[in-house]
């Protein structure tokens, strides 16, 4: 499967963004989702992750209650609806897919891979 991301940009503090991954390939349905992020010199780190229906939905406790994931399988795409951003949010966020059961918040656990969309906070 083959993963596109989009929507990243400059924001100021307490300002929204929504990112899009795009899905072709292989049954999207089939995988779980999931969205990390990685700033200068820092591990990538789970945010947010989705199960195959979009029934169930995990967060890392820095962007609980900020950050939302949603899917449409219709269409292919995952989402991440992201408000309240802060400075510490910037970095490059990518979409990652899987076959496990659930999302795994580790990063090798994930088989595909988009290129990444930068996301700014300035303050």
């Known amino acids: 499967v083959q993963l596109v991301e989009s929507g990243g940009g400059l924001v100021q503090a307490g300002g929204s963004l929504r990112l899009s991954c795009a899905a072709s390939g292989r049954t999207f349905s089939w995988y779980v989702v999931a969205w990390f992020r990685q700033a200068s010199g820092i591990e990538r780190e789970f945010v947010a992750g989705?199960?195959?229906?979009?029934?169930?939905?995990w967060y890392s406790d820095s962007v609980k209650g900020r950050f939302t994931i949603s899917r449409d399988n219709a269409l292919n795409t995952v989402f991440l609806q992201m408000n309240s951003l802060k400075p510490e949010d910037t970095a490059v966020y990518y979409c990652?897919?899987?076959?496990?059961?659930?999302?795994?918040?580790?990063?090798?656990?994930?088989?595909?891979w988009g290129q990444g969309t930068q996301v700014t906070v300035s303050s």
């Open positions: 990652a897919a899987s076959k496990d059961l659930v999302p795994a918040t580790e990063w090798h656990r994930y088989d595909y």
């Open positions: 989705t199960s195959r229906s979009g029934d169930s939905t």
